[in-house]
């Protein structure tokens, strides 16, 4: 979730002057604007391979391909940030599209695991409880970067366990583990909003770099977005 190592400058707060403010609201226009786009592009893919047995088959019967998918975004996940400075703002972006292609293949096999309504409402409910959690982070005047290495550590923690749970295949556990995602995802949404409004208005950014933090903000706040749709269709979904 940093974008870089280097310590973010002050919480805006006024006294900065309106080209601080105007130069904050660009890059979080830019950021969410390419994270409904990401989103998307997930959407669009997920719906045509699931409309397509034979493309969904031929993904999820093979091993090959299932797991060179997750290994390919797991990579990417951790490649993007790391080679964030070297990149091109256009390299970048396009990363970031087809890291939400792979996502958008990966996730098509939720519209065979559940109904499309439940699908659909717990899409809504996502979207509400992020929007808020953005605002929030936009919004408070409160430090959240604390509770960040929290949720951090909470986050890594909640993997193991649900490392271990595939192969103990608890029913409870995942029930637990789903609510536990949900707290953990609301909270990094409104950690990373602020983080990245922090980041934003750094007077010394130039174009390119202002670009890259928007694209590597809009990935981030969409992981949050994706991470809290999964954990919440565990808990509301109507499986088939």
Known sequence: M?????TPPPYFGGGNGTPAVARTNSVLKKVYVRMFIGLLVTAFVSLGIASNP???????????????????MFAMAI???????????????????????????????IFFAYSLGSIA???????????????????????LSRMGSYLMMGLFGL??????????????????????????????????????KQLANAPELDGATSDKLATMGAMNL???????????????????
């Not at 034979?54 to 390919?72: E, R």
């Not at 409402?121 to 430090?143: C, E, H, N, Q, R």
């Open 121 to 143: 409402y717990t899409f809504f409910i996502t979207a509400g409880v992020f929007g808020a959690m953005s605002v929030y982070g936009y919004l408070t005047k409160s430090d």
């Open 79 to 109: 490649m993007i940030p790391v080679r964030l400075a070297k990149m091109s703002p256009a390299t970048t972006l396009v990363m970031f599209i087809v890291y939400s292609a792979l996502m958008g293949a990966w996730m098509s096999s």
């Open 2 to 6: 940093n974008y870089n190592n280097q």
């Open 54 to 72: 034979a493309i969904a088959i031929a993904i999820f019967s093979n091993q090959l391909i299932f797991w060179g998918m997750l290994i390919a």
């Open 222 to 240: 969409y992981l949050d977005f994706i991470n809290l749709f999964l954990f919440l269709l565990r808990i509301f979904g109507d499986r088939n």
């Open 159 to 196: 993997i193991i366990v649900m490392v271990v749970n595939l192969f103990l295949q608890s029913s409870q556990l995942e029930w637990i583990v789903s609510i536990v995602g949900v707290v953990l995802f609301i909270g990094l949404t409104a950690w990373d909003t602020q983080q990245i």
